[in-house]
């Protein structure tokens, strides 16, 4: 078993044990949130056809080249094309359309005029000005030709997503099954958190904590309850899971007290420790065990270290096996606004709430910031890295922060 690792190796060894899980066909709709698992490619292109971008009159350059202001070039208009027809005629010189946004082009026309640049009647158009050919005409293919690659598989499929993916004709997209995980809470002063506190007893917030964590990436947390420190109880309710989750996450008994168990339980049920104990604060003891595909994480009781260590650790991973190709987060230079005296001997993670103000973006520090506290925690967007042996920060000083709602490729 690996200990007292950083965090540069735990999160290597965790994402080279986490392949994709598998994909499922599924109706286009509930593909949103969704992670696509296959490349698509365009088969038709967009628009199928030469199209007026513009209600007005398709026309030839050629026809209109010495038109000016004073000297309109006068054109018959042979025919009127509503978006979703198509014309017959072939426009032949001196000639013209009436066109609306959205139809075909007829054949022979280079040019499309908007009814405001023109004067007309039902027989005929005045052209004031020379155009180009070419103008105000969307060819087709531009927005996507036939044999681009206009989705890349690991994308996240979002509205624009869907629409493309309608505007190819795909009622069914394959993505990747959301990722299941198991919550368990350790803790024999644990309650339910419906149930009255008694003396020495607290409720159970970790599991609620984690399972909106995993709710918030669109994976399908389940929670298991509490369970005693106890190492039958702990490997039971682990057994129950094992078949259905695809990760496992406990909370508690996992430093050295009489009652950790954590462990040990793990490797009771035949699961290998890949490591205990990262070289960070909060959440030192985490341990992380492997059974089959699984994963296994055993984080520290501690409701903010439990928070943290989900967001560096849990979250890449439920990520990765989602089948996403973005799973950092986005790092960003920020202003201090209050100073932060500790100096730490190990890499700490420290609660704070970022926000952008006239292009310079500002972080603050809630005053409580130690790994029991839970309270101050509300309201954070972000967390300031502090390297081991660096500090203290002062109010004004330029300093990195995790944006945690903005993750970015790796
Ligand atoms: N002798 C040492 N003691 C401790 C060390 C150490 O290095 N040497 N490390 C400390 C650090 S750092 C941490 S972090 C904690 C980790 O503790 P555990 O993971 O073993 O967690 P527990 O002991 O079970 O609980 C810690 C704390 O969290 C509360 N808790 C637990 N579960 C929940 C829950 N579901 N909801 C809310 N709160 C919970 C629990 O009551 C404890 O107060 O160990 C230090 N000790
Ligand atoms: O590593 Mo312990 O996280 O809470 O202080
Ligand atoms: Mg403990």
Known sequence: ???????????????????????????????VGGVLAEDVFCDVNMPPFDKSPLDGYAVRSEDIKNASRDEPIILEVVDFIPAGYMSRKKVSQNQAVRIMTGAKLPEGVDVVIRFEETNFTDQEVKIYNAYPSGANISRMGEDMEVGDLVLKAGSVIDAPEIGILATLGKGYVHVYRKPRVAILATGSELLEIQQPLTEGKIRNSNSYTIAAQVKKLGAEPLMLGICDDDIETIKSRLKST????????????????????????????????LFWRVKMKPGTPIAVAKYEDKLIFGLSGNPAAAYITFEQFVRPIIQKKAGKSTYKFMEVHSVLENEFNKISSQNRFVRAITYYKDRKYYTKLPEKHSSGVLSSLAGTNSLLYIPAGTGPYKAGEEIKVQLLNHPEVL
Not at 7 to 21: G, K
Not at 258 to 272: C, I, R, S, T
């Open 242 to 273: 094992l078949g259905w989750a695809d990760i496992i996450i406990t909370t508690g008994g996992v430093s050295v007290g009489d009652y950790d168990l954590a462990k040990e339980a793990f490797q009771e049920v035949g699961a290998e420790i």
């Open 1 to 31: 078993m690996r200990t007292n690792i950083t965090l540069e190796e735990a999160l290597e060894i965790l994402l080279r044990q986490s392949p994709p899980i598998e994909s499922i066909h599924v109706p286009l709709l509930e593909s």
